[in-house]
């Protein structure tokens, strides 16, 4: 592949690869979450922040985040793309290490979690995850979760819902 046709391809991958987030943020705004969205004053830009339960979500694609059990490596410029999806795993793991500094409970959800045949599982897993997060906060306060509120999020949410399904 010539530059210009390998860098036309990875845009490509990398346009496909921002669709999962919408399936997460759809769901969660069914299901009654508010949160802010690419929250760029966190380490890394989460793409989904639940800032009354505690919780930083990264969606990540598989390949530029090198995710194991199925990164498969470019059959050229293998240098190139081993030291870049390194860098990036070393990004994420110092991103996610800082956020549990400061008190997030962080969950990365992998592209392929997202897959038609597997995508109800996972969406019930991070909504597990979220009211476990709030519950280990909160304690027996949890009930008041459902009080009305007009933080920041609530108000962040008048903008949502977004606009197209991600058709997998
Ligand atoms: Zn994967």
């Not at 598989?62 to 860098?87: A, L, Q, Y």
Request: net charge positive; hydrophobic share 30%.
């Amino acid at each position: 592949m010539s530059r210009e046709q390998r860098s036309r391809c990875m845009s490509h991958v990398r346009s496909v690869n921002t669709k999962p987030e919408l399936i997460v943020r759809r769901w969660l705004w069914s299901r009654g979450y508010r949160y802010r969205k690419n929250c760029r004053r966190l380490p890394g830009t989460p793409d989904i922040v639940l800032r009354r339960y505690g919780v930083a979500i990264f969606i990540h694609g598989c390949f530029w985040h090198g995710h194991e059990p199925h990164f498969r490596m470019p059959k050229t410029n293998v240098d190139f793309w081993e030291s870049k999806i390194r860098r990036n795993q070393e990004r994420d793991n110092r991103n996610k290490e800082a956020l549990k500094a400061m008190g997030w409970s962080v969950l990365t959800v992998w592209e392929c979690q997202l897959k038609p045949d597997v995508r109800r599982q996972t969406l019930l897993e991070i909504e597990g995850f979220i009211n476990q997060s709030y519950l280990v906060r909160h304690g027996d306060k949890a009930q008041s979760k459902f009080s009305y509120s007009t933080d920041e999020e609530t108000l962040f949410a008048a903008a949502e819902p977004e606009g197209e399904l991600y058709q997998g």
